[in-house]
């Protein structure tokens, strides 16, 4: 079923939020919440048990149930989808955790590239997006290309076009973001 082009803004426009609830928006965008969220999940350790589809379920569950919104355009919607998996996969890893204080839990790296000295256990997920948080505050378009990057598996040619900026703005977001990053952890 394909995008006709801008179909996707106009249905997030529709007032009162009924886009939220109607079976074409899903349709439409379903897909490529779907392909963003499995790479999600394939950097997240081997144990984890929350799948690419709960994922994309519980985030559209809560776009959906949030207030009328009126979205710039799917870029923008996608940007918030990314932000909201984050928060699913946190929320999954700070309930976790709260069963397993005190537990022997495995170290891996979360993303090597940008968060080399955190582990991949909920601990080191939930830092991770206490200093995403901060940076937010700080340079709120860095954070944005880290949430982009590392929770929507998208490239940088695919977030330039993404935030409507160059792809070197985004490899310098990008660069930018590490270092501070490296700071707050």
């Known amino acids: 079923m394909g995008d006709v082009p801008g179909e996707i803004t106009e249905l997030l426009n529709l007032p009162g939020g009924e886009a939220m609830t109607g079976d074409r928006l899903w349709e439409l965008v379903y897909p490529e919440l779907r392909r963003r969220a499995r790479a999600i999940c394939q950097g997240e350790r081997s144990d984890h048990t929350l799948s690419a589809t709960a994922v994309v379920n519980e985030a559209y569950v809560r776009l959906s149930s949030r207030e009328p ?3 710039n355009d799917r870029s923008h919607f996608y940007a918030v989808a990314a932000s909201i998996m984050r928060h ?3 929320d999954h890893a700070r309930a976790r955790a709260a069963g397993k204080r005190g537990g022997g839990a495995r170290k891996q790296p979360l993303e090597e590239a ?3 000295d955190v582990s991949n256990d909920e601990e080191g997920l939930v830092a991770a997006s206490e200093a995403l948080d901060r940076l937010a505050k700080e340079n709120e378009r860095a954070a944005l290309v880290v949430t982009l990057r590392v929770f929507g598996g998208l490239s940088i040619p695919d977030i330039a076009r993404e935030v409507g900026v160059s792809e070197r703005t985004v490899k310098s977001d990008w660069q930018q973001a590490r270092e501070r990053l ?4």
């Open 69 to 71: 919104h009126e979205w």
């Open 88 to 90: 699913v996969l946190i």
């Open 114 to 116: 940008m968060f080399p």
């Open 182 to 185: 490296t700071e707050l952890l």
